[in-house]
C-alpha cells in the first residue's frame, strides 16, 4: 500500500487485500478515503459492508450482472458477497471516501459506544443485503463532506462522531425499490454516449425524440437508462450541463451574461438566472462578482454592462436574489 495521508485531506490511495485502506475508527468499523486518476479494477472482501461516497469523477460498483454508477454527491450502500470497484472510462477520475463495516468484528450495537444509540451491526447488513443508491442525500452529502478536512486535533473523536451520525441515519431511512435496481452495462453505455452528446452541444435545443431518434432507440428506453445510471431525468441533465457551462464561461470570460444565456438556449435573461440559481445555488450575477478569475471585471465587461439588455438582466436576476 502507498499511503499518502495529509494532516487535513487524510487520503490514502491504494487498497489492502481487496480493501481501501482506512483507520479504524471504533473496532471492526473504519473509515477510507482514495482518489484514482486511471482506470481501475478493484475487487472488494466478501460480507464487509460499505459506505461509498463520490466526491469527484464517477464510480462503478459492480455486484453480479447489475452496476451502480455513482456520480458526484452520490453514495451507495452495499454488502455484495461478489463485488468489484471500477473507474467509468468517462470521467477517468475518482476521489472520494468510504465506511467500512465488518459484522465479525464491529460491536453487535453501537450502544456500547455511546449509551442510547441502538443501532445494530447485524440489521444493518440484513437492511442492505440489496445495494441502495442515495442520490445527492443533504444529510449523507453532508456528513461526508465534514470527514474530508478534519484538524488533526480532534480527527479521531470527530471521525467516530460522524461514523456514528451516519450509522443512526442509515438505520431509519426509507429503502426505496427504485434506487436498488442498478443499471445493466448496455443501460451504461446508451447514458453515457448521449451524456457525451449533450455536454457537447449544450448551446443546441434537444428533445427526447431528436436524441431517441439520433442513438436509434425509443424514447421510454433512453430515459429509463438515464434515470438508472446518473438518476435524473435526460431533461434535467441537460439542463445541469447547460448551467455548468455557464458557469464556466461567467468565471473565465468576461463576456456579458446575455450572450451567456443565449449560447445556453435561453433568449430570456429572467429564465435563465431561474434555471442557473436552481442548479448552481445563486444567480449569475452574484456567481460572476464571487468567482471571476481575475477578482475584477475587465474594462471591456464594464462597458458591456452599461448596455440596456445588461441592465434589463440584472434587474431580472435581482429579483431572484
Do not use: W
Not at 444493518?124 to 445527492?136: D, G, K, N, V
Not at 455557464?246 to 468576461?254: F, Q
Not at 433568449?267 to 434555471?275: M, P, Q, R, T
Request: glycine share 8%; net charge neutral; aromatic share 8%.
Amino acid at each position: 500500500m502507498e499511503n499518502i495521508c495529509g494532516s487535513e485531506t487524510g487520503y490514502v490511495r491504494g487498497y489492502v487485500s481487496g480493501i481501501r485502506a482506512g483507520n479504524e475508527v471504533i473496532s471492526g468499523i473504519s473509515v477510507a478515503f482514495a482518489e484514482y486518476d486511471t482506470d481501475k479494477k478493484v475487487g472488494a472482501k466478501s460480507g464487509v459492508l460499505s459506505v461509498d461516497h463520490c466526491r469527484e469523477g464517477s464510480l462503478d460498483i459492480i455486484c453480479g450482472d447489475r452496476t451502480y454508477r455513482l456520480s458526484a454527491g452520490d453514495i451507495c450502500v452495499s454488502i455484495c458477497l461478489e463485488k468489484r470497484y471500477e473507474i467509468s472510462p468517462q470521467s477517468g477520475k475518482y476521489s472520494g471516501a468510504a465506511l467500512l463495516i465488518d459484522p465479525e468484528k464491529a460491536p453487535r450495537n453501537l450502544s456500547s459506544v455511546i449509551e442510547d444509540i441502538n443501532v445494530s451491526t447485524s440489521e444493518l447488513t440484513e437492511r442492505f443485503s440489496e445495494p441502495l443508491i442515495l442520490r445527492r442525500s443533504n444529510t449523507a452529502e453532508r456528513i461526508f463532506t465534514e470527514l474530508y478536512s478534519i484538524p488533526e486535533g480532534i480527527r479521531t473523536a470527530f471521525t467516530k462522531i460522524k461514523v456514528i451520525e451516519l450509522l443512526l441515519y442509515l438505520s431509519c431511512i426509507d429503502t426505496k425499490p427504485e434506487n436498488t435496481a442498478g443499471c445493466t452495462r448496455s443501460q451504461i453505455r446508451l447514458a453515457e454516449q448521449v451524456s457525451q452528446y449533450i455536454c457537447e452541444n449544450t448551446g443546441s435545443r434537444m428533445t427526447i425524440a431528436e436524441l431517441s431518434e439520433l442513438f436509434g432507440v425509443s424514447p421510454t428506453q433512453l430515459k429509463n437508462s438515464f434515470r438508472a445510471v446518473y438518476g435524473s431525468s435526460v431533461y434535467s441533465f441537460v439542463r445541469k450541463q447547460k448551467m455548468l457551462s455557464a458557469a464556466k464561461l461567467l468565471k473565465e470570460t468576461d463576456r456579458s451574461i446575455l450572450d451567456i444565456a443565449g449560447e445556453c438556449g435561453y433568449d430570456n435573461g429572467s429564465k435563465f438566472s431561474k434555471a442557473f440559481s436552481s442548479v448552481i445555488g445563486t444567480t449569475p450575477s452574484r456567481y460572476r462578482r464571487e468567482n471571476f478569475f481575475t477578482g475584477e471585471m475587465s474594462d471591456n465587461y464594464l462597458n458591456h454592462s452599461k448596455g440596456t439588455a445588461d441592465n434589463t438582466l440584472a434587474a431580472d436576476a435581482a429579483k431572484n436574489e
